[in-house]
């Protein structure tokens, strides 16, 4: 499949506050591509009780000319369009998405209670994309952060499209790339027991050691590279180290080999992109 340089991002209602539009805008014109925005019309919507679909069209073809407005504004020199399609908003959105570069979409909540429904399109997104998915949050603004690319990595031999996504990112934003690991030892190791063994030692040294061997091999593409290797629970760590360090992208990786993995999109996913304050790039990994 030929990938065309074209980010597209999705708009509903809310385009306004979510951070999406204005940080797909900001990566078209720092990779020079044009920006597809898509906005979609639940068939589902047009249908209910008490809906007129007419006035259900009328909205969205109003919403769709402000959008419009907006990137035409912009002073952008690329040809960004907007596009209004009616289907499923997860499924027709991937499927609007396939054959691009990357799709962004936002996500509302960032309540305690809010971040566990972070709305069912964003989630059903990232599970069934084939492109990085680009997850922005409530009212985000790029110039308020000042910190790294954050790269989540686990101790698989796929990371490379991980790693060159985060590159990417980095070297777009004049940024350093922090790889992250977050390790933990099954339960069925008691702390007595794994101190005592020196276990616990022992897998962070073979830990730090491993990723600052992938270190090494990435500063040939990119020198400004880091390493922070922790102990922990895994979607905990990361979202506290990406808060820490007041990332301005973390990237996660996801393997769809399954129906039914593609669904979950993985726990460790699933987990961070619930309780992520800062955008967030799932990005597909074959196996």
Known sequence: MTVKPVIHVG???SWRDTGALEWALQES???QEPLQAVHVIDEQV??????EP???DDQAMGLVNDVQKYLDDNANPLDNTVDLVVGPPARTLTEVAEDGRMLVVGRRGLGTFKRLLIGSTSEAVVAHATVPVV??????KPADHAGPVLVALDDAEDNAPLL??????ARERNLPVRILHVWDLPAVFSWDAMNSAGVSAEWAENAQKHFEILAVEWRQKYPDFEVDVRRGHVVDGVVHAAEESDAQLLVVGTRHPGR???VLAGSVTRGVLHHATCPLAVVPVRQ
């Open 46 to 51: 047009r249908h209910v009780p008490g809906w």
């Open 135 to 140: 997850v922005v949050p409530d009212h985000w």
């Open 54 to 56: 007419d006035l259900v």
């Open 11 to 13: 708009v509903d209602g």
């Open 260 to 262: 039914l993995a593609a």
């Open 164 to 169: 060159e996504f985060a590159i990417t990112a």
């Open 29 to 31: 014109l720092l990779r």
